[in-house]
T-cell receptor, first 117, second 111 residues
Framework: NAGVMQNPRHLVRRRGQEARLRCSPMKGHSHVYWYRQLPEEGLKFMVYLQKENIIDESGMPKERFSAEFPKEGPSILRIQQVVRGDSAAYFC???????????????FGPGTRLTVT | DQQVKQNSPSLSVQEGRISILNCDYTNSMFDYFLWYKKYPAEGPTFLISISSIKDKNEDGRFTVFLNKSAKHLSLHIVPSQPGDSAVYFCAASAAGNQFYFGTGTSLTVIP
């Protein structure tokens, strides 16, 4: 039973390039979340998606960042025209359900460490 | 706007003793709380959760206490083991919406 998978684990991009981060949720999970962890900081929520829908993107920067979770395939976090400040660890998490009954813990992937040079 | 705060960035405890990690929150609408453990270069791992209808939840060596009036929760680990050394994050959500994470507490258990 594979957990949440993220690739690549490490990504180096020059300023101005695009970064694409992929996340495959746990089997049976239809909710995906993206978080960013800057050095010396906690996890910051970015976006919450269900299949083909963005539910909450209140944590996403208004420009250059986008996310999708297509009907088939992994969720993608896309960062256009990267800048040095985008260097961080990006974590994806998935869960079964967000309804208040029962547990809805989020299970995290190992993260993608993005370095912008 | 940090709605979930972990004011102690680090904590050192002797093996076998109790570790107490604290977390405070500001949003009275939060009704579900979780603790995660994170090793370097890995994603956070779910540890234990508690809903606002309870004030205590126990799972083996881990117990989470919730004080709603003080908007405070704590994670107790007893007895502490060297393998518990990691960064611990608390997280909270309201009505199943996004989770807000604290900045983490780095626990070191000294053998």
């Amino acid at each position: 039973n594979a957990g949440v998978m993220q690739n690549p684990r490490h990504l180096v991009r020059r300023r101005g390039q695009e970064a694409r981060l992929r996340c495959s949720p746990m089997k049976g999970h239809s909710h995906v979340y993206w978080y960013r962890q800057l050095p010396e900081e906690g996890l910051k929520f970015m976006v919450y998606l269900q299949k083909e829908n963005i539910i909450d993107e209140s944590g996403m920067p208004k420009e250059r960042f986008s996310a999708e979770f297509p009907k088939e395939g992994p969720s993608i976090l896309r960062i256009q025209q990267v800048v040095r400040g985008d260097s961080a660890a990006y974590f994806c998490a998935s869960s079964l359900s967000l309804n208040g009954q029962g547990s809805f813990e989020q299970y995290f992937g190992p993260g993608t460490r993005l370095t912008v040079t | 706007d940090q709605q979930v705060k972990q004011n102690s960035p680090s904590l050192s405890v002797q093996e076998g003793r109790i570790s107490i990690l604290n977390c405070d929150y500001t949003n009275s609408m939060f009704d579900y709380f979780l603790w995660y453990k994170k090793y370097p270069a890995e994603g956070p791992t779910f540890l234990i959760s508690i809903s606002s209808i309870k004030d205590k939840n126990e799972d083996g060596r881990f117990t989470v206490f919730l004080n709603k009036s003080a908007k405070h929760l704590s994670l107790h680990i007893v007895p502490s083991q060297p393998g518990d050394s990691a960064v611990y994050f608390c997280a909270a959500s309201a009505a199943g919406n996004q989770f807000y994470f604290g900045t983490g507490t780095s626990l070191t258990v000294i053998p």
